[in-house]
């Protein structure tokens, strides 16, 4: 009867792990040209499954989540996780470095880990400049209900995407931007792919659909902004509302309330925001151009409107202030008032601040120089450190793995050289678990962000004029926030340190789209001697130099809509436990 007993309990003990696998989630999308006015003016946007914004994905720490995605554009295209961190798992990044891209008519299907994560990220199509044309939707993922949330959990969850936006297509912008021309002034704002609400009839023409938000008086929501735009920084502000921030890129802050928030080119940022106004009307959301060029910057306002369920009467009057343009430390302030909640669990029990980087020894440090636009073996380019990225035909990814030569080198400076500028598929050479700091030096005259796909890195330091050592006596060494995306001023500099625990090959890049198709990134190669990371996916899309492994792709037009292999032996599993049980019961 003993052996009886511990033979049951081990049958349940084998079931409890086979059924305690993390949850997995399936999403089929596809990618297409759809029409829309924006800004009253019918143009393509890149939609998906015929939504601009796309879908949200609202997952939970350590979820798997499959997306098959059908590329119904003319051209070529992957998209980006921004913030996902892919843990040991490059070939799910998106990037030209780690993956080819879905041919125009195929299908690929990507599937990944949000391990460890919390927070508030977003997806994009990362070639060609398509991200000006949309294609993109935000990412949630949620605590798991073991670890509570900082804050008291908010009646409702919003995801605002702003961005700046222009009337001519991505390819038009492709070609003015190869020729010198640049992007110039924006055509207008958008909140959700939506235009401005006519708060001024001088300055916003009729016609034009604007996005309406919906609230109940009394109730706090968790509102996610995300600038996705092209390349202009925005202030968000809501008439008569405090902002209080609670998290940016997967890291809980510490909580300070707001009253406007300057978020640059591929930031997220979340707020709760408590609808405690008499509502005797509805109220503004904006979102304004900081640090714009332009003559006529009243018409480059994005205008939403928050509705109190009770409220007596349309939004009128000004818009709330925004910050002075001509105080040029504001913003920089603002950002360096953001930091880390080093008491707050995230993706695990433990504390934020368990994690002392302060206290750890930095290993290398990069300096990495860039330039305006600027006129390389006779077309325009970007640099970083005097190197302009040529991306190679063959992923730098796929590269690596199958040993082909020549398509990289490993020889991306520490420092800016004394040398012409010249454009080369240099890469920077990382150490496994190397603890790096990276100086990015802004001498252009806009604003940048620079993002690092595969880790969060912590925010330091930043200031007005030339990056010394002696800087560092002003680096943050206990709550500079983690995240993944930071903006560095003209004329100025910001320093990040990153540990380099996530084996891989990873995408170092400008977020301002001209910046970034003009060559101003590189890639960070990290190899574990003990071969951690996860082997070539079954799906793989081969390119360039591996071109003859690629398979006829007549089969990848088809969605996978059947159950999982992994559902499948579940109930396998569970059948054959059912059945042994019912023999002993006998």
């Keep these: 009867m003993l052996s009886y007993y511990c033979y049951l309990l081990l049958l ?98 990507y599937e990944f880990q949000v391990k460890d994560q919390i927070g ?86 009729g016609g034009i659909a604007y996005q309406t938000v919906n609230v109940e008086p009394g109730k706090t929501y968790r509102l996610r902004v995300h600038n996705v735009g092209v390349s202009t920084s925005l202030n968000f502000r809501i008439q008569s509302h405090n902002l209080l921030l609670v998290e940016t890129e997967g890291s809980y802050t510490v909580q300070q309330n707001y009253t406007s928030l300057d978020i640059h080119v591929g930031q997220s940022y979340s707020f709760l925001v408590t609808m405690d106004q008499n509502a005797s009307s509805d109220y503004y959301i904006v979102a304004s151009p900081r640090f714009a060029n332009s003559s006529d ?24 202030d925004p910050p002075m343009e001509s105080d040029t430390f504001f913003s920089m302030s603002q950002a360096r008032s953001i930091r880390w909640n080093v008491s707050a669990g995230a993706a695990r029990p433990n504390p934020q601040g368990s994690f002392k980087y302060g206290e750890i020894t930095v290993t290398d440090v990069f300096v990495l120089h860039n330039r305006p636009a ?45 040398r012409q500028a010249k454009v080369d598929t240099s890469v920077i050479n990382g150490t496994y678990k190397a603890f790096v700091e990276i100086i990015f030096q802004n001498n252009d005259t806009t604003v940048q962000s620079y993002h690092l796909d595969g880790y969060a890195f912590f925010v330091v330091g930043m200031d007005y004029g030339l990056w010394t050592e002696n800087s560092r006596s002003t680096y943050n060494k206990w709550d500079g926030v983690a995240r993944c995306t930071t903006q560095v001023f003209p004329g100025a500099w910001t320093a990040i340190l990153v540990f380099l625990d996530n084996p891989g090959i990873w995408n170092l890049r400008a977020q301002n789209l001209d910046s970034w198709y003009l060559g101003q990134e590189t890639y960070v190669s990290v190899v574990n001697p003990e071969n951690s990371e996860l082997p070539v996916p079954a799906n793989t899309i081969f390119c360039g130099a591996l071109s003859p492994l690629q398979k006829d792709q007549a089969r990848r037009v088809n969605f996978s809509s059947a159950p999982s292999l992994t559902k499948t032996m579940k109930l396998i599993f569970i059948g054959f436990v059912v059945s042994l049980l019912g023999s002993f019961m006998r």
């Design 297 to 320: 910057s009243s018409k480059l306002v994005g205008v939403s409107v928050l509705h109190y369920s009770n409220s007596q009467g349309p939004a009128s009057g000004p818009l709330p």
């Design 120 to 205: 508030s990220f977003y997806y994009f199509p990362s070639l060609s400049l398509q991200r000006a044309a949309g294609g993109y939707g935000g990412i949630t993922i949620n605590n798991r209900n073991v670890i509570p949330l900082p804050f008291a959990t908010p009646d409702g969850d919003i995801t605002l995407f702003i961005s700046d936006w222009f009337i001519k297509s991505h390819k038009e912008l492709r070609k003015e931007i190869e020729t010198g021309v640049g992007l110039g002034a924006p055509d207008g704002i958008l909140i959700n792919g939506l235009g401005p609400y006519h708060y001024d009839n001088a300055v916003v023409s």
């Design 12 to 109: 349940l003990c084998l079931t409890t792990l086979c059924l305690a696998e993390d949850p997995y989630v399936y999403f089929d999308w596809t990618v297409s040209y759809i029409t829309a006015s924006p800004l009253a003016v019918k143009q393509q946007v890149i939609g998906i499954n015929g939504q601009f914004p796309g879908p949200i994905l609202n997952v939970t720490t350590n979820w798997n989540v499959v997306v098959n995605v059908k590329n119904d554009l003319d051209e070529p295209m992957l998209l980006t996780w921004n913030g996902i961190q892919q843990r040991k798992d490059t070939w799910q990044d998106g990037v030209s470095g780690t993956n080819c891209p879905i041919p125009a008519g195929w299908n690929w299907t």
């Design 374 to 418: 600027e006129l390389i073996e006779g077309k325009w380019r970007t640099t970083l450190s005097g190197i302009s990225y040529l991306a190679p035909s063959t992923p730098l990814k796929l590269a690596e793995q199958f040993n082909i030569p020549g398509v990289f080198k490993l020889d991306f400076p520490n420092k800016m050289m004394n």
